[in-house]
């Protein structure tokens, strides 16, 4: 039996590098990411991603790639294993979540359903 726990988040190379450079100009204070769960979309949820300037009562902390990481509690169970990715096409860039919760996705890949 594999006991090792798996991360609540990770992020790729390129979504650190991506935070690193909005972190340069950003607003002083900031430490690092928030990341949370809205309701919204056609399938029931959203990402929500900004900066944090503190880390908040109840939020989990993670360090992935010297990046602070703040999640929000609500959103914790829904994240778990998740990976943080960045990607920049033609007509669009934003970062991505690869998420082995998720059940169902919207057609336009704005929100998400999970089990």
């Known amino acids: 039996m594999n006991s090792e ?9 390129a979504a650190a590098n991506r935070v690193k450079d909005l972190m ?3 607003d002083s204070g900031v430490i690092g990411l928030r ?6 979309g056609c399938s029931g949820m959203k990402y929500n ?13 993670i360090i992935s790639k010297d990046i602070t990481i703040c ?5 914790i169970m829904f ?10 096409q033609k007509f669009s860039s934003g970062f991505e979540f690869n998420n082995p919760n998720e ?12 089990a």
């Open 24 to 26: 340069k100009k950003a």
């Open 49 to 61: 991603v900004e900066y944090a300037k503190e880390i908040k009562p109840f939020e989990e902390k």
């Open 35 to 40: 990341i949370g769960i809205k309701t919204a």
């Open 79 to 88: 994240l778990i294993g998740s990976e943080m990715d960045y990607k920049e």
């Open 103 to 114: 059940i169902a996705r919207c057609g336009c890949g704005e929100s998400f359903t999970v």
């Open 5 to 13: 726990k798996k991360p609540l988040l990770t992020l790729t190379d």
């Open 71 to 75: 999640i929000d509690p609500a959103a």
